[in-house]
């Protein structure tokens, strides 16, 4: 009688695995080929609806040569923008997970003195809160959350990040809103010579 219970607590206990396993799989967040996002590697970021440019850095006159650096939506279609990395709160993490908290990296500004971490702050010329990518050391990091949205293959929102035009500089400066619905959408390529430097 112990014997004919065996097969079928085994077969329990592979299926309560495969759907824990298959759970925990879910809350990942994929790539546009359906990867999931690795910590340490670059992203480029992307609208996932419309022919728009990808997302990058710049100087509010227009160039690098100003600082901060904001972080901008570029002007066409095959403006890729500058690669990021996802850095999950919790350094245990090593793929990004929906819901959890990450900050995001543009990589080191030696011009502007800046680690290149994401920072929120307020922009008194548009009254309104636009993203820094190169501000000073001593200002804290700003943490993401990305979600998914229903219906949509391996597109996200990310703290409901909106994109505008700044009257200032003719720039599609890259700000927050705190209204969900105005999230863009975006997706995330992997930076292909990040790929081959893995190889």
């Given amino acids: 009688m112990a014997n004919n219970l065996l097969p079928g607590a085994t077969t329990l206990f592979l299926l ?37 440019g990808g997302i990058g850095r710049s100087g509010r006159d227009g160039t690098d040569l100003s600082c901060p650096l904001y972080v901008v939506e570029g002007p066409s279609e095959v403006d890729r923008g500058d690669p990021v990395k996802f850095v999950p709160v919790d350094e245990t993490q090593k793929e990004i997970h929906l819901s959890s908290d990450v900050q995001i ?6 011009y502007c003195r800046s680690d290149g971490f994401w920072r929120v702050s307020f922009d ?7 993203i820094i990518a190169a501000g000073a ?7 993401f959350r990305i ?4 219906g949509s293959l391996n597109a996200y929102k990310i ?35 990040d790929v081959a430097a893995s190889i």
């Fill in 147 to 150: 979600e998914k949205t229903e």
């Fill in 137 to 143: 050391f001593s200002v804290p990091r700003s943490s």
């Fill in 16 to 52: 309560l695995l495969t759907l824990a396993t298959a759970d925990t799989d879910s809350d990942l967040v994929l790539d546009v080929e359906g990867n999931p996002l690795e910590v340490g590697s670059e992203y480029y970021i992307g609208r996932a609806v419309g022919f728009f």
């Fill in 105 to 110: 990296d543009s990589g080191l500004s030696a």
């Fill in 159 to 193: 703290a409901y990040l909106t994109v505008f035009r700044d009257l200032l500089s003719g720039l599609k400066l890259v700000g927050l809103t705190d209204d969900s619905t105005q999230g863009l959408l975006f997706v995330f390529y992997k930076n292909t010579k």
């Fill in 124 to 130: 008194a010329y548009t009254r309104g809160d636009v």
